[in-house]
Nanobody, 124 residues
């Protein structure tokens, strides 16, 4: 049974940092590909960043240079370091994992099989 549990969300002033964590159980973070997604009210869920088992990362244009995705294989945890946060970053943030590895990086939500419950990030 796969469980992904996000933490680290909260309220922060514009320009500030936050670090999200996603603890995995029943799934090994180094096995396939994981990603961070977000969904604001009234908007579709969008990919923010992903990282493959090869360590190759991908970012959306809106967060490139401000967010960093990483994973700690020993802790079996995925992270998202968010710097210089903007009000438009306000959303529910989810981590997700793919059941099988694909060589081509993807941030399409439909490509991910396992999802956490989300953690709210509010930037004012």
């Amino acid at each position: 049974h796969v469980q992904l549990v996000e933490s680290g969300g909260g309220s922060v002033q514009a320009g500030g940092p936050l670090r999200l964590s996603c603890a995995a159980s029943g799934y090994t973070v180094s096995s396939t590909r994981m990603g961070w997604f977000r969904q604001a009210p009234g908007k579709e869920r969008e990919g923010v960043a992903c990282i493959g088992r090869d360590g190759i990362t991908m970012y959306s244009d809106s967060v490139k240079g401000r967010f960093t995705i990483s994973k700690d294989n020993a802790m079996n945890t995925l992270y998202l370091q968010m710097n210089n946060l903007k009000p438009e970053d306000t959303a529910m943030y989810y981590c997700a994992a793919m059941r099988e590895y694909t060589r081509t990086p993807t941030m399409r939500p439909a490509d991910f099989d396992y999802w956490g419950q989300g953690t709210q990030v509010t930037v004012s």
